[in-house]
């Protein structure tokens, strides 16, 4: 029912800041919850951020909260993960996950639809 094609993934020093994107496809973008989830290498996959489907509501993972923010699009069927002041604990595989209905939207299998992942890695 929906793609989503994640960019803006890259190599950035520790503090820098980078801008991920998820393009979405499909004729009901507005009526999906989004979220980013990451993935270290060993490790599991870990919820990022969340926003609700009108961009009103959004939450945070304590491990990026004031650091990074999320944001969404309706017209251009995008969101966005803005991340400043980057950690090298932040390199990870990003990856944007959307559904229609989330009873609880940290937990990634609330979410049915998954990009195929960008990487991004914090030098220290």
């Known amino acids: 029912q929906v793609q989503l094609v994640e960019s803006g993934g890259g190599l950035v020093q520790a503090g820098g800041s980078l801008r991920l994107s998820c393009a979405a496809s499909?004729?009901?973008?507005?009526?999906?919850?989004m979220g980013w989830f990451r993935q270290a290498p060993g490790k599991e996959r870990e919820f990022v951020a969340t926003?609700?489907?009108?961009?009103?509501?959004?939450y945070y993972a304590d491990s990026v909260k004031g650091r990074f923010t999320i944001s969404r699009d309706n017209a251009e069927n995008t969101v966005y993960l803005q991340m400043n002041s980057l950690k090298p604990e932040d390199t990870a595989v990003y990856y944007c996950?959307?559904?229609?209905?989330?009873?609880?939207?940290?937990?990634?299998?609330?979410?049915?639809?998954w990009g195929q992942g960008t990487q991004v890695t914090v030098s220290s």
């Open positions: 996950a959307a559904n229609s209905y989330l009873l609880a939207p940290t937990l990634a299998n609330q979410y049915a639809y």
């Open positions: 499909g004729r009901t973008f507005s009526n999906y919850h």
């Open positions: 926003i609700s489907r009108s961009g009103g509501n959004t």
